[in-house]
């Protein structure tokens, strides 16, 4: 399986990282060896001294698909979770001033947290669900899928076009404004909803 990112999705996110507004979505890939731990333990790793937290909405891909017409990408995904894209913004700017790709940055072991899905259509509505990052009790991010700058449907339509869709493939949606570097004894909780759907503890 893969896991398809999108960045600068949410307009506040790409104001605060000083990012340019793109004119079609900005895509990158993380590998599934970066999913973290089934415990929740996030280790710090050694070669980046700014670990960001990016909480994200995701998508389950329910089937395979290429070249996916816009009206028909609600039938590809069945379910929806919340996580985190865990980026050495360090590493990640140092690529972005050399011309070089982020995969370091963003595809290193642990960088993904996945948290239990729930079928897509238990919401109302998918584009009005809304969604938080709790560190140490404290609200950093705060997000709400009416504000992304591309919807689930064109999303999956764009990433088609380039890539084949296999089922169990995640698409994760970009991050609301927020980031914040991560320290060790930080405690990370995903909410969706309001309710929670992770705990990460940073070591
Ligand atoms: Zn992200």
Redesign the pocket.
């Known amino acids: 399986m893969k896991i398809i990112?999108?960045?600068r999705n949410y307009t506040e996110h790409i104001e605060e990282l000083n990012n340019e507004k793109p004119k079609q979505p900005l895509l990158f890939i993380k590998p599934e060896s970066s999913i973290l731990n089934k415990e929740g333990n996030f280790l710090i790793p050694d070669f980046s001294n700014e670990i960001h937290h990016?909480v994200?909405i995701f998508l389950r891909i329910c089937k395979k698909g290429k070249d996916i017409k816009e009206k028909e990408a609600h039938c590809f995904y069945d379910a929806v979770g919340l996580g985190i894209?865990f980026?050495a913004r360090d590493i990640q700017s140092l690529c972005k001033e050399k011309g070089w790709s982020w995969e370091i940055a963003?595809g290193f072991d642990g960088a993904t947290v996945i948290s239990e899905l729930v079928p897509s259509h238990t919401f109302q509505d998918i584009e009005d669900v809304s969604f938080a990052l709790k560190k140490n009790n404290e609200i950093v991010q705060l997000g709400n899928t009416k504000k992304m700058l591309w919807k689930f449907d064109e999303l999956i339509t764009y990433i088609s076009k380039y890539f084949t869709l296999n089922e169990g493939d995640l698409i994760?949606t970009?991050?609301p404004a927020g980031v914040s570097k991560v320290i060790s004894g930080d405690e990370l909780i995903g909410e969706l909803e309001g309710k929670e759907f992770f705990k990460v503890k940073v070591i």
């Open positions: 990112c999108v960045g990016e994200e894209d980026t963003k994760f970009g991050t």
